[in-house]
Each structure stands twice: as structure tokens, then as C-alpha cells.
């Protein structure tokens, strides 16, 4: 009995479960049992999976019937002894005729460890199956050859495909067909589910080919390498093998949208450098049996190899296509050398010609044979050989183009055959330059020109094509394509040329574009050539240049003889200047930016007491104090940028104590609009302030004259009222309470007429002693208007004030500027109604300080206005009319400053402006 079933055995050919099929019904029946089921132990996953069954036709194997040993509660290590019956029979009630029949479970081991098992359906007792050591020993053997023989089957058909790989290595060449071969093949011999291979881009992997998976469900394409499976390969450039998606968290499951079982990758390497991954991903079944279902490490092997040999291959291929691509470049290289050479002897020619074009336009001075030269250059058979030139002249002022001349074949016959000869006359010359000097002397050009451009004009502003050759002197090759699209800008010269190719050259000179040069090919039809172009545009520059060196030369000595008669005029002027500078009134000092004196003249000598010899180049600040404070205020000029105005500045110079006028103005350079210098102009005024001061003198003096009526007046009021109440005194001693009445009016007229004789004598005095010091205007405005609150208040008069806490500070007399803001702030207090309205405004403009004082009260009527600052003069019924003239005096004879008044409809305004640093008149 055992023979056969080692007939069995060997004798089929078939696959293993087929053979462990042929084991089962001969156990059948050697037993004599209804149904037998072989199992094979899976250690790993610790179950026993079918493999055989005597059942014909039994479904079983589609769901790999399988059994787990700790459902069966069995031990591996103690199995052997063991047999068992299985009370659950579930999974194989189908596959039995009678659901009534026992299933027992038979250990099969091999030296003593388990390697499978024996399942026997019967009607029978365990202790009744004959169970017999040698048969159970000999289906142990036989399971054992299943799985070798399914490994020999299995590397067989691997070793068939990687000899097939081998050969697609060697004949294919183009990569992404070598690259989707090579997957296909190692996914079929790996019985992988999905493939794919990844190129290395710098610190990226790339997806490059994919199979099995549809490529909506990749989630990433490009992977850093270090991430997952597939970027540990390339970072280690090792193959790596995982066979369990639960426990490894290295296949980075964020690559495919799939369930990922097990996975293998390997590097694509040719064997210097990593080009990429291979990465194979969950193994499908396969006929052949196989105890489990993930990738091995003969399987990372094979990949591993798989991914070697398509490195190499990958390096071979792009190397045969280096190798093709280098052959092909050199074919081209060798055809384009021999069409190089041709285009530098032909261009090589044109530059010989181009030389001797220039050559004999700067042997002539005269612009016209110039113009002829060039032209007969361009068109002569025996020159650049184009068929047609006009030249266009620039007419600066008028901004347009001017036609000169016309050369070429024309539909004119007389200009056609004078053409034609002299190019024969052309063939007679072996010095082409001769050619072209003699020729220009000779040939008449004049009727090249046909009626219908010979007095035309070309503007060139707002013609874009003609503003970029004459304006920004750039070469423009015309053809259809651009005529037709902007018929615009080319229509002119396309009507007069006829044609649509031409070439707009500028003759360049130095500095702009002498003229415009238009070439065409209107006969022949030849096409422009970019070695065409790059001659035309040599062409242009030099001829530009050779017309601007004549055009230059004829200027030159015309601009001579102008420089000569200027030469002369400018010194005449230089002189003229000179003398007047000298002669002034006033002294003129001009300083440079460094402070250094440029301009000292004879005005300045005789006030200042020092020779212009010795001052110029000096710095101003360091000659003498005096002259140090005009540098601080010359220095101020570059700051505000305008001029400052000095009048009367005060000055004393050794024993002498001037007046002077003096002016700070910027000396402005035009053209770099900067300051360069100050100049600074001085008059010595204190004559004429002498003068004037002899003149206020005088004028007051007959202002008290005429006034004394006046002041009479004033006293005699008062007088008279005294007079009458000390009668009324007299007779009424017997009464106190009256005698103090009279008393007090008395007292009052006495004080008043006090206060008259105070402000008669106050106004009349001639000179006071000032005590300057720095004041600030807005603490003091406050101190008055503290004063007067009371009074502002009791009349509802809204206050509103500006400026008071800027700290504008000025050098004056506090006590008399004080009774200035008094009687300004009184008066205005006056003349508000109830509720009136009074604003105080305090600031500084340049070197003066100000402040003004408004009220809404009644406008000042214009005859009156006139007079309100004249002695005695008032439109009140009290007073004395001398409070604005007493303030004028302190404002204008004491501090240099002025008073000034406006009134309107909108109110009364009194200003005062005093110099920041004014000068001490009143000492």
C-alpha cells in the first residue's frame, strides 16, 4: 500500500493540490472511512489549511479552508501524541453527505514535530479507525514534498521570467518602455498586485510607472526620500522587505489609497549612483502552494536584483542615446561648419567691400559725393550688390525725413540705363574704392527721385517703427507678416518702395541719427539674411559716422570763427561785469558752500576795512565776529532756500557803530538746481537812519506844537472841575458827608489829570532806557489776559487763543511790550458787545515774531483808520487819544518792529511784528 501511494506521488502530473487530492481517496478507502481531509500546518499564522480532500469537486478550496490550533486546543508541542474530535464542524457540513457523521482530527508529524493533520469523517469511534504509523508517516513525507516541490515550481517559473527580463535588458533601448517592461516582468514574477517604480529628482522621488492601481488613488507622486518604504530604499540604497502592513510603520500608508498587506522595494541602481525604487505591494494567490502569502526574503532578492540590473540598463540606454544623440550633433556640426564657412567668405567678402565704402567716404568732404559713394555702394553688382537704396535726410527742427536720393533699376529708363552703366563702368575699375570716388563726381542722382516722393516729407514722431530707428537708432527689417498687420506704421515707404520686404537702417552717428538708409531686393526677390542685416547695420554706422565727421568738420569751422568773436565779447563782458561789481553802492560778498569768500568788492573794503586780496578764499566765521554772525545766517539760507532781508542791523566795527541794510540771497546753479553759495549784499544806512531820526524828531516837535491846543483842552477840563467843586467845598464845611462827596470827585479829577500829564509826558519823551531780556510772548499774553478775566467774563465775551504755548521767545523789554498787549487787549475788550467775540493769535514767520489780537466789534471806519495811531486822536468819550500812538513808538522806535491794523466786516485786527533779535534803538 505504501508503494502506491509513492506511485502516486511520483507518477502525477499535477499541481500539489491535485496530487494531496489522489492521497485523500486512496486514504478513503484504506481506511474505510466516508470522507478524508488533509491539512497543512502554517506555523507562522499557527492554523491548519486544506490542501486535500477526497470530495470531488469540493468548494472548499475557494475559501482555503483553514483551522486554528487554539480553536482545535491543540499545542504544537504536544500535538503529535493527540487526536481529537471536532465538535464544530461547520465549515464543513457542506462538503459531507450526512451533517450525523464525526470529524476527527489525526495529528501528522515528522520526527516528532507536526506538520499537518488528517481529518476523518466517519459513523465510527476514534478507538475503531485503524490508524497505522507507517501511512500517517509516509502522508507526513508526502506533505513535506508538497512544499518543496511548490518551491521548485515557484523558482523555476521566476528563474524563466528574469531570463525573459534579461533578454527585454538586451534589446530594448527606449526608457519608458524599458521601465514598464521591467515592472510588468517583476510583478509577474513576484505575483505582486501592484507595481510601481520611482525616479530620484535631487531629495525627491518621483512616480514614474504604475500597474495595478489605478492613478486616481495614488495620493502622493512625490515623495521625500526617508519617507516610507519606498523613501527608506533610497536613503539606505538597500532593499527592504516588510511582510506585515499592521506592524510595520514604515510602508507610510499615506502613498496609495489601498489596503496594504505586505510590501518589498529595492534600489535602482547602476552601481555609482542611486537612480530610483522599485516597490512591489501585496502578493496575489498562486496555484502553486505556499505556506503564506507575503513577500519573502528570496522574493526582496530577486527585486533586489531586478532593480540592479535595470539600474545598469537604464545607464547602458542613456548612454546609446548620448552616443546617437553626440553622432547626430556632429552630422549637424559638420553641416553647419560647411555652411559657416560659406557665410564667413561670402560675409568675409561683403566686409572687404564694406571697408572700401568706408574708406572712400572719408576721403571726401563733400557731404553729397558722400551720400553718392555710399549708395553706389549698396546697389553696384560689384559692391554689396542690393537692388534698390534711398536715402532719407534728417531734418532736426522740423522732426521729419527728407528723400535725397534714389539708386537702383527703375521703371524710368533714363534712371534704369544710367544704372546699368555705371555699373559696366564699375567692371573697368580693379580698385573698387577708385571706382566709387571717381563714379560720385560724375553720375547724377538728382532724377533717381521719381515726382511722387521727390518733395514729400516723412514725420517720424509718433510712427513707432521710424521713432525706433531714428530715435533709438535700432535697425528694422521689414516683411509681409509686419505690413500687413500694422499697415500703419510701414504705409509710406511700403507705397513708395511697392514691395513688402525692405530694410530701415539709421546712419548712427556719435551722438543721433545723421539719416535714414532703406535697401530692398524689389527685382531679384532675394530674401534678408540675418548676415544681410548685420552688414546693413555696420554699414549704417560707419556711414553715420563718416557724415557726422563732415557735416562736423564744415560746423567746426564755422563754430571757430563764432568761438573767436565770443571769445572776444566775453571778455568784454567779463570786464563790463567786473567794473560794475567793483563800482556798486553796496558791498557784495559772495561764499561758497564750504564758507570760503568767492567775491569781495571794493564797497566791501571800505566798510569792513579789509583788502579783497587778503579775504578771498578765507572762511567768512573766521575773520571776525562780526562777519562769523552773517555766516550764521548765511548758513540759514540753505535751509529755507529764499532770501532773507536785515534792516537796519546794527553793527559795531572797532570804534565805528553802523546801520546797514543787509540781504542774504541763495546763488542758485540752474541747471543742477542747487545752492552753490550765498550772496550777501550790505548798505551802510546809518547816514540815512541819522537823518531820519533827526526827521521823527523834528516831526514831533511840530506834532506837540499843534497839539498844545489840544492839550490844553484836555487839561482844562478837569482844571475847571476842581475850580467849581472847591467853591462848593467852601460853603459846605458845615456839612461832612458833602464835603466828602467834593472830596472824592476832587480826588478823581486829580488822578485823571495826572494820568493826562503821565501820557503827555510819556509819549514826548525822547529816549528811555530798555532792559532787553528773552520773553516768552505767550506766558506773557496769558498774564494778561489773567488781568482782564473779570472783565471778559462780566461781559459773556468768548476768548479763544492760539499759539500762547509754542514757546515763541524774543529779546525785548517785558514792561513796555507788556503795556503794548494791555492796551491792545483793552481796547478790543471795549469794543466787543455782550457776548462779543476776542481771538489771540501768537507765532513766528523767518526771523520775526508776531501777535495778533481780534474782536467782532464794529469795523473801524476807513477815514478813521488813518488816524488812530496820531496823538490825541480817539472816538471814545474819555481818554486822551495817545494809548496806539504810545504803542507804536514802544513797537516801531523801540523794538525795530511794526504795528499794523485791519478792519472789515468781520472784525478788527491789530498785528505786531517784532524781530526775534531786534536792535536796541532805545539805548
Known amino acids: 500500500?505504501?508503494?502506491?501511494?509513492?506511485?502516486?506521488?511520483?507518477?502525477?502530473?499535477?499541481?500539489?493540490?491535485?496530487?494531496?487530492?489522489?492521497?485523500?481517496?486512496?486514504?478513503?478507502?484504506?481506511?474505510?472511512?466516508?470522507?478524508?481531509?488533509?491539512?497543512?500546518?502554517?506555523?507562522?499564522?499557527?492554523?491548519?489549511?486544506?490542501?486535500?480532500?477526497?470530495?470531488?469537486?469540493?468548494?472548499?478550496?475557494?475559501?482555503?479552508?483553514?483551522?486554528?490550533?487554539?480553536?482545535?486546543?491543540?499545542?504544537?508541542?504536544?500535538?503529535?501524541?493527540?487526536?481529537?474530535?471536532?465538535?464544530?464542524?461547520?465549515?464543513?457540513?457542506?462538503?459531507?453527505?450526512?451533517?450525523?457523521?464525526?470529524?476527527?482530527?489525526?495529528?501528522?508529524?515528522?520526527?516528532?514535530?507536526?506538520?499537518?493533520?488528517?481529518?476523518?469523517?466517519?459513523?465510527?469511534?476514534?478507538?475503531?479507525?485503524?490508524?497505522?504509523?507507517?501511512?500517517?508517516?509516509?502522508?507526513?513525507?508526502?506533505?513535506?514534498?508538497?512544499?518543496?516541490?511548490?518551491?521548485?515550481?515557484?523558482?523555476?517559473?521566476?528563474?524563466?521570467?528574469?531570463?525573459?527580463?534579461?533578454?527585454?535588458?538586451?534589446?530594448?533601448?527606449?526608457?519608458?518602455?524599458?521601465?514598464?517592461?521591467?515592472?510588468?516582468?517583476?510583478?509577474?514574477?513576484?505575483?505582486?498586485?501592484?507595481?510601481?517604480?520611482?525616479?530620484?529628482h535631487g531629495d525627491e522621488l518621483k512616480l514614474k510607472v504604475l500597474k495595478g492601481l489605478e492613478r486616481a488613488k495614488v495620493k502622493k507622486e512625490t515623495v521625500p526620500v526617508g519617507h516610507g518604504l519606498v523613501g527608506l530604499v533610497a536613503q539606505k540604497r538597500d532593499p527592504v522587505l516588510s511582510v506585515s502592513a499592521n506592524m510595520d510603520e514604515r510602508l507610510a500608508l499615506d502613498i496609495f489609497d489601498m489596503e496594504i498587506k505586505s510590501a518589498v522595494g529595492a534600489p535602482i541602481d547602476d552601481g555609482e549612483q542611486i537612480l530610483g525604487v522599485i516597490m512591489l505591494v501585496n502578493r496575489q494567490e498562486q496555484t502553486s502552494y505556499r505556506p503564506y502569502k507575503h513577500f519573502d526574503e528570496f522574493d526582496m532578492m530577486l527585486l533586489s536584483d531586478i532593480g540592479m540590473r535595470l539600474g545598469v540598463v537604464i545607464n547602458r540606454a542613456e548612454l546609446y542615446h548620448r552616443l546617437e544623440e553626440e553622432i547626430q550633433n556632429l552630422r549637424e556640426v559638420k553641416k553647419q561648419r560647411e555652411e559657416l564657412i560659406q557665410r564667413l567668405q561670402k560675409q568675409l567678402n561683403?566686409?572687404?567691400?564694406?571697408?572700401?565704402?568706408?574708406?572712400?567716404?572719408?576721403?571726401?568732404?563733400?557731404?553729397?559725393?558722400?551720400?553718392?559713394?555710399?549708395?553706389?555702394g549698396i546697389t553696384s553688382g560689384r559692391g554689396l550688390g542690393y537692388n534698390r537704396a534711398l536715402l532719407l535726410v534728417r531734418d532736426r527742427q522740423q522732426h521729419v525725413l527728407r528723400?535725397?536720393?534714389?539708386?537702383?533699376?527703375?521703371?524710368?529708363?533714363?534712371?534704369?540705363?544710367?544704372?546699368?552703366?555705371?555699373?559696366?563702368?564699375?567692371?573697368?575699375?580693379?580698385?573698387?574704392?577708385?571706382?566709387?570716388?571717381?563714379?560720385?563726381?560724375?553720375?547724377?542722382?538728382?532724377?533717381?527721385?521719381?515726382?511722387?516722393?521727390?518733395?514729400?516729407?516723412?514725420?517720424?514722431?509718433?510712427?513707432?517703427?521710424?521713432?525706433?530707428?531714428?530715435?533709438?537708432?535700432?535697425?528694422?527689417?521689414?516683411?509681409?507678416?509686419?505690413?500687413?498687420?500694422?499697415?500703419?506704421?510701414?504705409e509710406i515707404l511700403a507705397n513708395v518702395l511697392q514691395t513688402k520686404e525692405f530694410v530701415i537702417c539709421p546712419l548712427s552717428g556719435r551722438f543721433e541719427t545723421m539719416g535714414v538708409l532703406v535697401v530692398d531686393n524689389k527685382y531679384n526677390g532675394e530674401p534678408f539674411l540675418e548676415d544681410d542685416l548685420e552688414i546693413l547695420n555696420l554699414l549704417g554706422d560707419s556711414a553715420g559716422l563718416t557724415i557726422e565727421a563732415i557735416e562736423s568738420y564744415e560746423e567746426l569751422k564755422t563754430k571757430t570763427q563764432t568761438l573767436e568773436r565770443q571769445k572776444d565779447l566775453v571778455e568784454y563782458l567779463r570786464r563790463f561785469a567786473e567794473s560794475i561789481l567793483q563800482n556798486l553802492d553796496a558791498a557784495i560778498i559772495v561764499i561758497d558752500r564750504e564758507n570760503r569768500v568767492r567775491e569781495w568788492n571794493r564797497k566791501a573794503e571800505i566798510i569792513f576795512g579789509r583788502q579783497r586780496e587778503r579775504m578771498v578764499g578765507k572762511i567768512l566765521e573766521e575773520i571776525s565776529p562780526e562777519l562769523a554772525e552773517l555766516q550764521e545766517v548765511a548758513n540759514k539760507v540753505y535751509e529755507i532756500e529764499e532770501t532773507i532781508d536785515f534792516s537796519e542791523y546794527y553793527m559795531k566795527l572797532g570804534k565805528r557803530e553802523l546801520y546797514l541794510d543787509i540781504r542774504f540771497s541763495p546763488l542758485r546753479n540752474p541747471t543742477l538746481n542747487i545752492i552753490e553759495g550765498v550772496i550777501i549784499s550790505v548798505e551802510d544806512v546809518t547816514k540815512r537812519r541819522e537823518l531820519e531820526m533827526e526827521l521823527k524828531k523834528q516831526e514831533r516837535l511840530t506834532i506837540l506844537g499843534e497839539m498844545a491846543a489840544r492839550v490844553a483842552h484836555e487839561l482844562k477840563n478837569p482844571i475847571v472841575v476842581i475850580g467849581g467843586f472847591v467853591k462848593r467845598l467852601e460853603k459846605k464845611l458845615e456839612d461832612p458827608e458833602t464835603a466828602r462827596n467834593y472830596l472824592s470827585i476832587l480826588k478823581d479829577e486829580a488822578k485823571r489829570l495826572e494820568g493826562i500829564v503821565g501820557e503827555i509826558l510819556e509819549f514826548s519823551r525822547e529816549k528811555r532806557r530798555l532792559e532787553f531780556e528773552p520773553v516768552d510772548l505767550g506766558e506773557l499774553i496769558r498774564d494778561v489776559l489773567e488781568l482782564y478775566s473779570d472783565k471778559i467774563k462780566h461781559k459773556g465775551i468768548k476768548l479763544k487763543t492760539t499759539g500762547l504755548a509754542n514757546g515763541v521767545v524774543v529779546n525785548v523789554d517785558r514792561s513796555r511790550i507788556k503795556q503794548v498787549v494791555i492796551n491792545l487787549i483793552q481796547n478790543a475788550i471795549e469794543a466787543c458787545d455782550v457776548s462779543g467775540f476776542i481771538e489771540v493769535e501768537v507765532g513766528i514767520e523767518g526771523n520775526s515774531a508776531f501777535f495778533k489780537v481780534w474782536n467782532d466789534g464794529e469795523p473801524i471806519p476807513k477815514d478813521t483808520i488813518d488816524k488812530i495811531f496820531m496823538p490825541f486822536f480817539t472816538t471814545k468819550t474819555y481818554g486822551t487819544g495817545l494809548g496806539l500812538p504810545i504803542c507804536k513808538k514802544i513797537v516801531e522806535d523801540e523794538h525795530g518792529g511794526r504795528i499794523l491794523v485791519e478792519s472789515n466786516e468781520d472784525g478788527t485786527t491789530f498785528t505786531v511784528i517784532i524781530p526775534v533779535n531786534p536792535v536796541r534803538k532805545g539805548e
Not at 123 to 148: H, M, Q, T, V, Y
Request: proline share 3%; aromatic share 6%.
Open 1 to 200: 500500500m505504501l508503494e502506491s501511494y509513492r506511485e502516486v506521488l511520483h507518477s502525477l502530473k499535477a499541481g500539489p493540490y491535485e496530487i494531496m487530492d489522489g492521497f485523500a481517496v486512496r486514504l478513503k478507502d484504506l481506511m474505510n472511512v466516508e470522507e478524508i481531509f488533509i491539512f497543512l500546518l502554517e506555523r507562522h499564522r499557527g492554523i491548519l489549511r486544506l490542501v486535500g480532500t477526497s470530495i470531488h469537486g469540493s468548494e472548499l478550496y475557494k475559501d482555503r479552508l483553514k483551522l486554528r490550533l487554539s480553536e482545535i486546543q491543540w499545542q504544537e508541542n504536544t500535538a503529535c501524541s493527540e487526536a481529537t474530535k471536532l465538535d464544530d464542524v461547520t465549515s464543513l457540513a457542506e462538503a459531507l453527505k450526512d451533517p450525523g457523521l464525526n470529524v476527527y482530527l489525526i495529528p501528522v508529524c515528522m520526527e516528532d514535530e507536526l506538520i499537518g493533520a488528517v481529518g476523518v469523517a466517519t459513523f465510527k469511534d476514534l478507538e475503531d479507525i485503524p490508524r497505522n504509523p507507517e501511512i500517517f508517516s509516509e502522508i507526513g513525507a508526502a506533505l513535506k514534498l508538497i512544499i518543496d516541490l511548490s518551491s521548485m515550481t515557484e523558482m523555476k517559473r521566476k528563474l524563466e521570467t528574469l531570463e525573459l527580463l534579461s533578454v527585454v535588458h538586451s534589446q530594448v533601448t527606449e526608457p519608458h518602455f524599458l521601465l514598464d517592461a521591467t515592472l510588468k516582468l517583476a510583478m509577474d514574477t513576484l505575483n505582486a498586485e501592484v507595481g510601481s517604480i520611482w525616479i530620484l
Open 350 to 376: 561683403r566686409l572687404r567691400i564694406l571697408q572700401k565704402i568706408s574708406q572712400a567716404m572719408r576721403s571726401s568732404y563733400d557731404i553729397n559725393n558722400a551720400y553718392k559713394i555710399l549708395l553706389l
Open 403 to 490: 528723400p535725397k536720393y534714389w539708386v537702383g533699376p527703375s521703371e524710368d529708363e533714363r534712371v534704369s540705363e544710367e544704372w546699368q552703366a555705371a555699373n559696366e563702368r564699375a567692371l573697368r575699375y580693379s580698385d573698387f574704392r577708385q571706382y566709387l570716388k571717381e563714379e560720385a563726381l560724375i553720375i547724377n542722382l538728382e532724377r533717381g527721385l521719381i515726382d511722387s516722393i521727390k518733395d514729400k516729407v516723412i514725420p517720424y514722431r509718433g510712427n513707432q517703427v521710424l521713432e525706433r530707428v531714428v530715435l533709438r537708432r535700432k535697425l528694422v527689417h521689414v516683411t509681409g507678416e509686419l505690413v500687413d498687420s500694422r499697415h500703419e506704421d510701414y
